[in-house]
Each structure stands twice: as structure tokens, then as C-alpha cells.
């Protein structure tokens, strides 16, 4: 059963497990009437049967949409607008729903989603992780135009795995200077190796590949490179000194495939429908940007995406693949602030439109800046762990901030850093691990889960 409340222009539905806290609907209409949200969700506290054992913090990240559909983050207790409620099927519907079921159809007729950054309700600790609706999600999915196959990971997830509704040209690049390195045991000219695993093992049948090689590469690795990528292969030759964004910027401007998947040499995908599932996402046309689960060699998490705090991290690094994460975040696609270009697809005219790669940033970075002013153009970054790439970046280096690559980075997007969407305010500021800033609160951790410094490409 649940309960309706109202407060100013708001209609709160709040389920029976749950108990509103005091001064939640006062904050609620506040929030509403200063930010001009029109659907609102918080935070909230879970207790377990120890009294002794402090609530559990579930700190929630902003607007997500792709992660709404894989589960509901947003949690048990949401309002709306009465227009909303209105168009959502009216409040004796969406009461009668479950919570997944209901907040996917007020996210299907609100304009302003906002999370408020207070806790609004208490529950009991079974009640702290998202739930997951297949049929909800399948229902949704038909009412909003995706194309998808819906499949339940669990009760708490939901994958969505999107259809490619076109087979458009992409054109992967690969900036090397013919490296080579062992590879599981044996020695391999990198790139080639990287070119070879995405034309025998990729189903995508529309790739060409570019690789812009160093004048200085041997002759032999350049023989392997060439053989690799076979009739499909164009060289770029570069005589400068290393800069990987201005490298794939070179190599952009070569062709006029709508998509360019940005190709570390050092990489090996894992998924053969790689290609068509980071493209299924861009049938969002507020999608700039897609990243797959990147794993080191030996099969463990690399990077789920990025997050600032300011200082970007990388989610989960260093932990088993089958990791589910705090809240199930590893089981669903979601919004992330950026990902590694190491792996990431994105269209040609966004790419150009923005202005490519910031060739300020040689080595780290480039891909946190080029993320962000996606953002700036209104454009959001997905991370899927429906796909997933090896990244052969050794686990045990140190990941070397220069001090000028970082100054940069906060000169041009200070504003971002210190205000992620998908981070909290509550949290502690240059922390690996997420902890709560308010005094006498256990380390949230638990929220986000682990976390590291941002590996470089």
C-alpha cells in the first residue's frame, strides 16, 4: 500500500515500509519552488535490528535516466508535480504501481528531474538496495520508442540491451608507435594485436581502421600492423612529438565515417557485439559518448566509468569482474561523467563540433575534457557493462598526475570537478573511498563503491 502526501504543488507517493522524516515535505516544496523541479527524489536512511548500529547512508547521484531503466536508484519515495501525476495516469494508477513501475512513468512526462540532497525517508535495511521491474521496463521501453530486449539480472536489475537500429560506418582509431610488450605470455606487436582481436572476433561488419603510426616505427611492426588490419587499414604518419589527442584528431579528419571508436594499441575486445552495443545507445540522441567495462588482463575491473571528487577517479578498480557494486551499479548501464578513451565510441560531427581532443592534454585527460564539453553541448556519457574490452595498463603503476596536465584540467572545468551530478555534496572531497561529511556518520563507501585514481590511457 501507499500513501499519498501533498505539499505545495507536490504529490508524494510514499510506500507502507516507508516513514516520511520530519521536515522532508517542507524541504521538498522548497526545493521544488527554487530549482522549478517538477519530479523529485532524495536521500535516505536504512536501520538493521542492532540499535547500537548507525543507519545506513543511501546517498543517491542526480539525474540518471539510462540507469533508471536498468533499476530504480531513485529510490522508494518520489514526488511530482500534479501535471505530472496528471499525465503519468493520475495518482490512483501510479499508487496502485510499484515503486520502479511509478517512477518510470513520472520520469516519462517530467522536464525537470532533481535529486534533493536531504534524506527524506527511513527504511529498514532490506529495503536500501534498488529494486527492478522487467515487465515495468519492458512496458516502458514500448511506451518511449526503444528498441530493446529487456532481461531480469535479479530482482534488483534489469539489463537493457538496446538495438542497433543502423549499421553506420565507423572508423576505429589506433594512435601507436608500434610497441611491442608480452601479452598473456607471449610477445606481440600491441596494435596489431589490438586490430587483429576487433576484425576476428567483432560481429560489426562496417569498421575501417586508422592507425597513425610514428615516423620512427620499426619496419617490422609496421609490416604486422598493415597486415592486421588488411585492405581495411589506412596509416597516418606522425613526426611529432607524443600526443595522443593529437593523434585522434589527425586521424578524424581522414575520413567521413559518422562514428570513430577511439582504440588504445594496448586493448583486446572481450565482446564480440562490442561495436553494435555502445552504438545501440546513440538511438539516444542526448547520448555524446559511451565507454564498455574495461578489464586488465586478468579479467579484473579497470574502470566502470569515471567520477570527481574533484580529483577523477576510476569506479571499482582493481576488483573482480563479477563485482555487482554498491546498489547493483555494475549491473546496469549508467550515466558517468567520462570514461577512458583507451575504449569509447562517439559520432564524427559531435567530435568535430566540439573540436576533437584538447591537444593540452598529451597523455591524461583528454578524455575528462572532451566528456565534459559534451556536457557543455548538452550531450550525456554512458557507461555500459554490457561490453567489455581488456586494457592491458599494467595494475601495479603508479598513475602519474603532472602537475601541469592537472592545473589545466582545473583551470577549464574547476566548475565541474567540485560539482559532479553523479557524485554527492555529502561527501568528502579528494577521497578515494566515498565518507560522509557529516559528523559522527560511517563511511558510506557502501554507496558508490570503491573507488581509485583515474588510470591513464
Not at 521544488?32 to 547512508?57: K, N
Not at 611529432?240 to 571508436?261: G, H, I, M, S
Not at 579479467?299 to 569506479?315: E, K, L, R
Request: aromatic share 8%.
Amino acid at each position: 500500500m501507499t500513501a499519498i502526501v501533498r505539499t505545495g504543488e507536490m504529490v508524494g507517493f510514499v510506500p507502507a515500509w516507508c516513514s516520511l522524516r520530519r521536515g522532508a515535505k517542507r524541504d521538498v516544496r522548497r526545493f521544488a519552488r527554487s530549482s522549478g523541479a517538477d519530479f523529485v527524489y532524495g536521500d535516505s536512511l536504512h536501520t538493521t535490528d542492532d540499535r547500537y548500529e548507525e543507519p545506513f547512508q543511501v546517498l543517491r547521484p542526480d539525474w540518471s535516466p539510462e540507469r533508471l531503466r536498468g533499476h530504480n536508484y531513485v529510490g522508494d519515495v518520489v514526488f511530482a508535480r500534479h501535471n505530472v501525476v496528471d499525465a503519468a495516469g493520475g495518482v490512483a494508477l501510479l499508487a496502485s504501481l510499484d515503486a520502479h513501475d511509478r517512477a518510470l512513468r513520472l520520469a516519462e512526462h517530467a522536464m525537470r528531474p532533481r535529486r534533493i540532497t536531504s534524506f527524506l525517508y527511513d527504511a529498514s535495511w532490506e529495503h536500501s538496495v534498488p529494486t527492478a521491474n522487467l515487465a515495468a521496463v519492458e512496458a516502458h521501453c514500448t511506451r518511449v520508442g526503444i528498441a530493446a530486449t529487456c532481461v531480469a539480472d535479479s530482482d534488483r536489475a534489469v539489463q537493457v540491451r538496446r538495438t542497433a537500429t543502423a549499421v553506420p560506418r565507423v572508423a576505429v582509431i589506433v594512435p601507436t608507435r608500434g610497441t611491442r610488450a608480452e601479452v598473456w605470455g607471449r610477445e606481440r606487436v600491441l596494435a596489431a594485436g589490438a586490430i587483429a582481436a576487433m576484425r576476428n572476433k567483432s560481429t560489426y561488419a562496417n569498421l575501417e581502421y586508422i592507425v597513425v603510426l610514428d615516423h620512427d616505427t620499426p619496419a617490422d611492426a609496421r609490416r604486422e600492423i598493415e597486415s592486421a588490419g588488411g585492405s581495411d587499414v589506412s596509416v597516418v604518419e606522425f613526426d611529432r612529438p607524443f600526443n595522443f589527442a593529437e593523434k585522434v584528431n589527425l586521424a578524424a579528419v581522414q575520413t567521413d565515417a559518422e562514428f570513430l571508436l577511439l582504440l588504445n594499441d594496448d586493448t583486446e575486445i572481450v565482446s564480440p557485439d562490442i561495436v553494435e552495443t555502445m552504438l545501440s545507445y546513440f538511438n539516444d540522441p542526448g547520448v555524446g559518448l559511451v565507454g564498455p567495462m574495461l578489464l586488465y588482463d586478468d579479467g579484473s575491473i579497470q574502470s566502470a566509468g569515471h567520477f570527481f571528487n574533484p580529483v577523477p577517479y576510476d569506479y571499482y578498480r582493481g576488483h573482480p569482474v563479477d563485482t555487482q557494486g554498491a546498489s547493483n551499479m555494475l549491473r546496469v548501464a549508467r550515466e558517468v561523467s567520462s570514461v577512458i578513451a583507451a575504449c569509447a565510441i562517439t559520432p564524427r560531427a559531435l567530435f568535430e563540433q566540439v573540436g576533437g581532443l584538447c591537444t593540452k592534454f598529451p597523455g591524461n585527460y583528454n578524455d575528462i575534457d572532451y566528456a565534459l564539453k559534451l556536457r557543455m553541448a548538452g550531450k550525456r556519457t554512458v557507461w555500459t557493462p554490457l561490453a567489455a574490452c581488456h586494457h592491458f595498463e599494467s595494475k601495479t603503476r603508479e598513475p602519474v598526475m603532472k602537475p601541469a596536465d592537472v592545473a589545466e584540467l582545473g583551470a577549464r572545468w574547476r566548475d565541474m570537478l567540485e560539482n559532479d551530478p553523479y557524485a554527492h555534496p555529502a561527501l568528502q572531497r579528494y577521497q578515494p573511498v566515498w565518507k560522509s561529511n557529516r559528523p559522527g556518520q560511517r563511511s558510506v563507501d557502501e554507496a558508490v563503491g570503491p573507488t581509485a585514481p583515474m588510470a591513464s590511457k
